[in-house]
């Protein structure tokens, strides 16, 4: 006689980790409105429907849930331990992102009775394994930030060095040497000196751009930022 498999259902869950300068890094929950784990803070996601993929699916719970509409979103790790919800077998796929949280406004539905931003340092406890998914997030991230200019986004169309090695910074919670980082940048060609306003300009309030036809050229070439 053929074994029978139990029934497996598949979830995805979305990191949005929220970068202000003064502030640090900080990550979007929900607060549930149902059981398992009612009121308790979790990440936004919810079950993958029958016709869409996993990326749309991630896409849809969190709009649903927060009112974002990310597009930056990236597969990150499935999490299938067996027992990780109390209901039956489920796969979760997570994704995440890293955004300026100012340019969007949250708001709980669906599921979802509360929404807020909570500082990665300072977070609630959290439903299912949502405290080893976004411990993973921040992992990966930081990584990221390591090997691939990550965060140009959260910063002005034009910076100051300044600006950019203190979201590098936090970004990695360490420091950096700020000479390093800048040869490293300008060595590969990934920060354009804007032109001086006037000579009295001071040499530290110089204005970058970020290049980023270089910096796909680079990361097609298999090019690493590697900072230390």
Same mark, same amino acid.
């Given at each position: 006689? $053929?074994?029978?498999?139990? =029934?497996?259902? #598949?979830?995805? !869950?979305?990191? %949005?980790?929220?970068?202000?300068?003064?502030?640090?890094?900080?990550?979007?929950?929900?607060?549930?409105?149902?059981?398992?784990?009612?009121?308790?803070?979790? *990440?936004?996601?919810?079950?993958?429907?029958?016709?869409?993929?996993?990326?749309?699916?991630?896409?849809?719970?969190?709009?649903?849930?927060?009112?974002?509409?990310?597009?930056?979103?990236?597969?990150?790790?499935?999490?299938?331990?067996? @027992?990780?919800? $109390?209901?039956? =077998?489920?796969?979760? &796929?997570?994704?995440? /992102?890293?955004?300026?949280?100012?340019?969007?406004?949250?708001? /709980?539905?669906?599921?979802?009775?509360?929404?807020?931003?909570?500082?990665?340092?300072? *977070?609630?406890? *959290?439903?299912?394994?949502?405290?080893? %998914? &976004?411990?993973?997030?921040?992992?990966?991230? =930081?990584?990221?930030?390591?090997?691939? $200019?990550?965060?140009?986004?959260?910063?002005?169309?034009?910076? /100051?060095?300044?600006?950019?090695?203190?979201?590098?910074?936090?970004?990695?919670?360490?420091? #950096?040497?700020?000479? !390093?980082?800048?040869?490293?940048?300008?060595?590969?060609?990934?920060?354009?000196?804007? @032109?001086?306003?006037?000579? @009295?300009?001071?040499?530290?309030?110089?204005?970058?751009?970020?290049?980023?036809?270089?910096?796909?050229? *680079?990361?097609?070439?298999?090019?690493?930022?590697?900072?230390?």
């Amino acid at each position: 006689m $053929p074994k029978e498999f139990p =029934r497996i259902d #598949i979830t995805v !869950d979305a990191i %949005i980790f929220g970068y202000k300068p003064n502030e640090g890094i900080s990550v979007l929950l929900i607060k549930r409105k149902k059981n398992p784990f009612k009121s308790l803070w979790a *990440l936004p996601g919810g079950f993958v429907e029958a016709d869409e993929s996993l990326d749309q699916a991630a896409s849809r719970e969190l709009k649903e849930e927060t009112g974002m509409d990310v597009t930056s979103l990236e597969q990150l790790y499935t999490f299938g331990e067996p @027992k990780r919800d $109390p209901r039956k =077998r489920i796969i979760s &796929v997570a994704y995440f /992102a890293i955004v300026k949280p100012e340019l969007y406004k949250v708001h /709980a539905a669906d599921d979802a009775a509360a929404v807020q931003w909570f500082n990665i340092k300072k *977070l609630p406890p *959290l439903a299912f394994d949502h405290e080893k %998914i &976004v411990e993973t997030a921040i992992f990966k991230l =930081r990584k990221k930030v390591f090997n691939e $200019p990550v965060g140009f986004e959260l910063l002005n169309k034009q910076f /100051a060095f300044t600006e950019l090695h203190r979201l590098y910074e936090t970004l990695c919670d360490k420091k #950096i040497n700020t000479s !390093d980082i800048k040869k490293k940048l300008l060595s590969l060609g990934l920060l354009k000196r804007q @032109k001086r306003k006037s000579e @009295k300009q001071k040499k530290s309030n110089l204005q970058y751009k970020f290049n980023k036809s270089k910096y796909f050229k *680079l990361k097609k070439k298999g090019i690493a930022l590697q900072i230390n």
